[in-house]
């Protein structure tokens, strides 16, 4: 028998830390006789687990008639095809739905059932079948009585049978995914997308769910009269498309339907997990981007997270990254990977980061990225602190025995083995990252990503970018990363916060993600706290940045301070903390005749800094100018509580160098200890993770400029490395480099090495480096080796007390041997 268990950052099996390494392979498209020639492509590409979907119309096709076996169909077999992932050393991650996604139609939901069970169906604002628009598919009533009698009925099937494959039980299945991008099947963010059901919305003088959650929250039909603008007679006549509502009314009904549809999503995810427990499954339950949409796409992840812990389940949510998100790893891709990756960590810093799809493509031809960035990609997301992923997809299938509308097409993806079989170039690719994660899993297991600096979102904000409310943009600005003419103010403060992370990512400056309604880091951390904001927040959000405040925190507050809640209340507590006024409002270029060219600020070492739509600011008694616009404030730094606050008038844009120079101006000075990682001219991007005896720093040429430079790494124990000190750092364009730092050996510690460095035994001796070819590679220990690259012996010199020796790279990795040596003179020439 054996277990699964997450220790803070890690995933244990059997006591051992991992790293998770798996690979989609979906036996419902593979023939069976092919079943273990995938199998073992896996295993040879260096994975340790493989995941797979198990529809629920696949083994159900005929309502009460179940096959697990294969009677019906070899590849139905579900039983042999997890002994044989077992017998081949392979864990297993099981996602039986109900609703699985995988380009299956109607999401693995049985045909039969929404044939036979039309109420079973959701419904839209007007009244019909509700679908996932573009995809055809049925939304189910996921709360409605008959589809839950029936997926409970599917649970009540699936689950035991997982349950005797668990490790718990000596199986191969290691976790459990519910469901499959839980958001009312992408029409989450869609107001009138679905849940116009009787049972949610009740009838007349009936209630349901939407109105009975409307009175836990608001006590009484009188206040939500009040709070709408209305005079229903009763509570029934409270509906999302509710007539006679005042403006503000209006905007007030929208937040409270779509609050209540991700807790319908909610409750729908945790009852799923209180039946894998019924039925006996006993290993974590995963959930991947709940809510995606949400900050532009990856999920709601915090807010998820403290709910299912409220009612009594410990998850852990994942995330997507695929290359069509960010098409190229440069400084519009490199962000958006990030992003994504500190959306999935809002859930809390100490749990484990797992990437449940990475994929290198996409489905149709017109949305392939190039998949030589793949090799990028996946550095980009280990450097930056994922502990475990999933390649989506690994082996692609065949047509004509399952209901899947993707088959062979899935090669489109990149993915590392076609459908017959044959090896692609991302298998390589995937196969060396893989090994590296292998051979350094020890290591990297609990390590931690170092940040500067953690951007608090607002998941109202986001909800208040979506409200159709206001006059919409007339076109989008796409050259400033806005919808610059949006009326809508949280529209554009959204849009902000993209040209906000490259910014950030250009300046080497680490951000995390929190969402400051479900706050993962206790108030007053030492790491400089960005809240961009429309003008709203909630009181409690408020209240935790007074907190954070007093406790010494330092805050950036843009492109104004926060002085009502998002239903409209006025509260003023952080601005008069802030002496927060605003003066003017400068109207973005180009709206009135005349009117032509671009706003510029100046600041005391930089001027013509390019603006749009920004405020000019009352300069307080206690504030410093630091940004202006035509001799007024559009930016002061200013005490809060014991710490400080940053006010700025405007939201971060990106027309040029000059306003990554002027956010770095402003910022630098704010962070308290320098940044986690740099390089020196921040001609690459940079980032690290550690833990006590180990650092990885991962670097990418994300501009495509030429050139060397240095990486500055900022020590626990207190005090800098700067590293190469005898050749220079050479990454070529477009490419990225994994270099191990501070690494306890059993003869030395290896300070750093600029290669991408590869153990080959266990007593690390035995090294292989990869560089830039044509480009030096240069190791440094902190006691005297003997060095050989290629089996030549490598001059080993002392500086700054360091024994370092340079070598050069080729074609093919450079083969290192390294000994440990007794004296200066045994390890130099």
């Known amino acids: 028998m054996g277990n699964i268990r997450i220790e803070g950052r890690t995933i244990q099996i059997d006591g051992r830390e991992i790293v998770l390494r798996s690979g989609e392979i979906h036996y419902f498209r593979i023939y069976r006789n092919r079943w273990k020639h995938m199998l073992a492509k896996a295993r040879a590409n260096h994975l340790n687990t493989i995941a797979t979907y198990i529809p629920w119309d696949f083994h159900e096709p005929k309502e009460g008639v179940y096959d697990f076996t294969g009677q019906t169909l070899p590849e139905r077999d579900l039983v042999s095809f997890l002994n044989l992932a077992s017998a081949m050393g392979l864990y297993?991650?099981?996602?039986?739905?109900?609703?699985?996604?995988?380009?299956?139609?109607?999401?693995?939901?049985?045909?039969?059932?929404?044939?036979?069970?039309?109420?079973?169906?959701?419904?839209?604002?007007?009244?019909?079948?509700?679908?996932?628009?573009?995809?055809?598919?049925?939304?189910?009533?996921q709360l409605g009585d008959r589809f839950l009698e029936l997926a409970e009925r599917w649970y009540a099937q699936v689950i035991p049978l997982l349950a005797q494959f668990s490790i718990d039980k000596g199986g191969p299945v290691i976790l459990h995914q519910p469901d499959n991008e839980m958001n009312l099947l992408f029409t989450g963010l869609d107001p009138d997308g679905s849940l116009f059901d009787r049972k949610v919305l009740g009838g007349e003088n009936e209630p349901g769910l939407f109105q009975q959650s409307l009175l836990e929250r608001f006590g009484s039909l009188e206040a939500l009269?009040?709070?709408?603008?209305?005079?229903?007679?009763?509570?029934?006549?409270?509906?999302?498309?509710?007539?006679?509502?005042?403006?503000?009314?209006?905007?007030?009904?929208?937040?409270?339907?779509?609050?209540?549809?991700?807790?319908?999503?909610?409750?729908?995810?945790?009852?799923?997990?209180?039946?894998?427990?019924?039925?006996?499954?006993?290993?974590?339950?995963?959930?991947?981007?709940?809510?995606?949409?949400?900050?532009?796409?990856?999920?709601?992840?915090?807010?998820?997270?403290?709910?299912?812990?409220?009612?009594?389940?410990?998850?852990?949510?994942?995330?997507?990254?695929?290359?069509?998100?960010?098409y190229h790893m440069d400084a519009n891709g490199l962000p958006k990977t990030v992003f994504r990756l500190e959306a999935l960590k809002m859930q809390a810093p100490d749990r484990p980061a797992i990437a449940i799809e990475v994929g290198a493509g996409w489905m149709t031809l017109d949305q392939v990225p190039n998949h030589l960035n793949y090799p990028v990609h996946l550095r980009t997301l280990l450097g930056h602190g994922m502990d475990g992923y999933n390649y989506f997809i690994f082996a692609s299938g065949e047509k004509g025995f399952s209901r899947t509308y993707v088959t062979d097409a899935y090669d489109l993806f990149a993915d590392p083995v076609s459908a017959s079989g044959e090896e692609h170039t991302v298998y390589r690719m995937t196969g060396e990252f893989n090994r590296f994660a292998a051979r350094w899993e020890r290591e990297l297991a609990g390590t931690a990503k170092a940040y500067d600096a953690v951007i608090g979102l607002s998941p109202e904000l986001y909800l208040l970018a979506q409200y159709a409310g206001d006059e919409l943009a007339v076109f989008e600005d796409h050259s400033s990363g806005a919808s610059a003419l949006s009326a809508n103010r949280s529209k554009q403060v959204v849009d902000s916060i993209e040209a906000l992370a490259k910014m950030l990512t250009m300046s080497n400056i680490q951000f995390a993600l929190m969402d400051l309604e479900a706050p993962n880091r206790e108030s007053g951390f030492p790491e400089l706290l960005i809240v961009p904001n429309d003008g709203t927040l909630s009181e409690e959000a408020m209240q935790y940045l007074m907190r954070h405040g007093e406790k010494g925190g330092r805050v950036v507050f843009y492109p104004e301070v926060p002085v009502r809640t998002p239903d409209g209340r006025d509260l003023s507590l952080l601005a008069a903390a802030t002496g927060f006024r605003l003066r003017r409002e400068i109207p973005r270029f180009g709206l009135r005749a005349g009117d032509i060219g671009r706003r510029f600020m100046q600041m005391k070492e930089l001027d013509g800094i390019p603006a749009d739509q920004l405020h000019t600011l009352e300069l307080p008694p206690e504030g410093r100018c630091l940004i202006s616009y035509e001799g007024e404030a559009a930016g002061y730094l200013h005490p809060f509580g014991s710490g400080q606050a940053l006010v700025l008038g405007f939201a971060p844009q990106f027309t040029?160098?000059?306003?990554?120079?002027?956010?770095?101006?402003?910022l630098l000075p704010l962070l308290a200890e320098g940044r986690a990682?740099?390089?020196?001219?921040?001609?690459?991007?940079?980032?690290?993770?550690?833990?006590?005896?180990?650092?990885?720093?991962?670097?990418?040429?994300?501009?495509?400029?030429?050139?060397?430079?240095?990486?500055?790494?900022?020590?626990?124990?207190?005090?800098?490395?700067?590293?190469?000190?005898?050749?220079?750092?050479?990454?070529?364009?477009l490419t990225a480099r994994m270099m191990p730092v501070k690494v306890r050996l059993p003869y030395a510690e290896l300070v750093y090495c600029t290669s991408e460095l590869v153990p080959l035994d266990d007593g690390y001796t035995l090294w292989e480096a990869t560089g830039t070819p044509g480009s030096s590679g240069e190791i440094a220990f902190d006691r005297p080796v003997r060095l050989l690259a290629d089996g030549c012996l490598v001059p080993v010199t002392v500086q700054e007390g360091l024994h370092i020796g340079v070598y050069s790279h080729g074609l093919e990795p450079v083969s290192l041997r390294v000994e440990a040596a007794g004296t200066d003179r045994d390890c130099m020439i």
């Open 92 to 141: 297993v991650i099981a996602k039986p739905g109900p609703f699985v996604n995988a380009e299956y139609v109607d999401g693995g939901h049985p045909r039969w059932m929404y044939k036979q069970y039309p109420e079973a169906v959701s419904a839209k604002a007007d009244g019909s079948p509700a679908f996932w628009v573009g995809q055809g598919n049925h939304v189910p009533q």
């Open 225 to 326: 009269n009040r709070r709408y603008g209305t005079a229903c007679a009763s509570l029934s006549g409270i509906h999302p498309k509710l007539q006679g509502a005042d403006a503000e009314g209006r905007k007030r009904l929208y937040l409270d339907w779509m609050r209540f549809r991700m807790e319908y999503v909610y409750r729908y995810a945790a009852l799923l997990a209180g039946w894998t427990r019924k039925y006996g499954l006993r290993i974590p339950n995963t959930y991947n981007e709940p809510i995606n949409g949400f900050f532009r796409g990856p999920g709601n992840h915090a807010a998820f997270a403290s709910y299912m812990k409220e009612h009594g389940e410990e998850v852990l949510t994942t995330c997507h990254s695929y290359l069509k998100y960010g």
């Open 656 to 666: 040029g160098m000059d306003n990554v120079e002027s956010l770095k101006l402003l």
């Open 677 to 733: 990682v740099c390089a020196e001219q921040d001609r690459y991007h940079t980032a690290v993770r550690g833990k006590e005896g180990f650092q990885l720093v991962t670097a990418v040429n994300m501009t495509g400029c030429e050139g060397n430079d240095r990486i500055r790494l900022r020590l626990p124990e207190g005090g800098q490395l700067e590293f190469p000190k005898r050749s220079r750092l050479y990454i070529a364009p």
